[in-house]
């Protein structure tokens, strides 16, 4: 998670700028430009009421490195977000976004125009789990309230839409959403958080399939979830559950 006044003072800057400089080490000592990989799953303490105290930074390799902090720091820093955490694939992310905030019982709102891997997943998963899907126009826009009911806990936006790229009003949505108290998802890959930023619209979770602009479309799979202060706790806690992380 980003330090919060590194991260005030970094978003003054240009996001050229930041871009040059986030998930870099910051330590003097360190004289690589980039932050090392580190590989590892056991972690060295310096006694054993510092590994049962619960407060060293990193306590097991699933739980975090360096590495993948100088990655999450970054993504958290462009896109506005409390903490960020990295899964194997876009729609790892994908599902783990939604298990976060979605039980048996709930109902969730997509967008028509997902991505079909996200389709396949709300057809088959999530209703295997007892979860209502309901999908919608995405030029709903405010008209989306009339769709609500009583058990509605989500709403999963994608603009532009995959393959059709309709762009979806997401304040007006994220708006109507949070009136209801649902959550908000989107899957923001094609935009990016250098040309978009869900965050600072109303929306609580923001996807990427990073294996696209992030990684050069080529050389990695890679998926990205940033979350705000309404999201961020559930999203940590179930990414730790299913035991996600990628180093």
């Known amino acids: 998670m980003n330090d919060p006044n590194e991260s005030a003072s970094s978003n003054r800057l240009a996001v050229e700028t930041r871009l ?44 975090g490195t360096p590495t993948s902090d100088a990655l999450t720091d970054a993504i958290s820093n462009l896109e506005g977000a409390v903490g960020t955490v990295v899964t194997p694939s876009g729609l790892a992310a994908v599902s783990v976004a939604m298990l976060s905030v979605l ?16 389709r396949d ?38 603009s532009p839409g995959s393959l059709t790229f309709e762009i979806q009003d997401v304040p007006a949505i994220a708006a109507v959403a949070r009136a209801r108290d649902a959550i908000v998802l989107m899957d923001n890959t094609w935009a990016t958080p250098l040309f978009f930023r869900p965050l600072d619209v109303g929306v609580d979770i923001s996807i990427m399939a990073a294996t ?36």
Request: hydrophobic content about 40%; some cysteine; overall charge neutral.
């Open 212 to 247: 696209k602009y992030v990684v050069g479309h080529s050389d990695a799979m890679l998926g990205t979830i940033a979350a705000g202060p309404r999201a961020w706790n559930e999203v940590h806690r179930t990414y730790g559950m299913l035991g996600m992380f990628t180093g």
């Open 20 to 63: 040059t400089q986030i998930g870099r080490p910051h330590d003097p000592s360190q004289p690589f430009v980039n932050q090392p990989v580190v590989r590892a799953s056991t972690v060295l303490f310096e006694d054993t009421a510092a590994m049962l105290g619960g407060k060293a930074k990193y306590s097991y390799g699933r739980r």
């Open 103 to 118: 039980k048996s019982g709930d109902h969730v709102l997509v967008t028509d125009s997902a991505y079909q891997p996200t």
């Open 121 to 158: 997943l709300c057809n088959e998963l999530l209703a295997r789990l007892g979860i209502e899907v309901t999908y919608f126009d995405p030029l709903i826009g405010a008209g989306l309230e009339a769709l609500f009911r009583s058990n509605t806990r989500a709403v999963y936006l994608e």
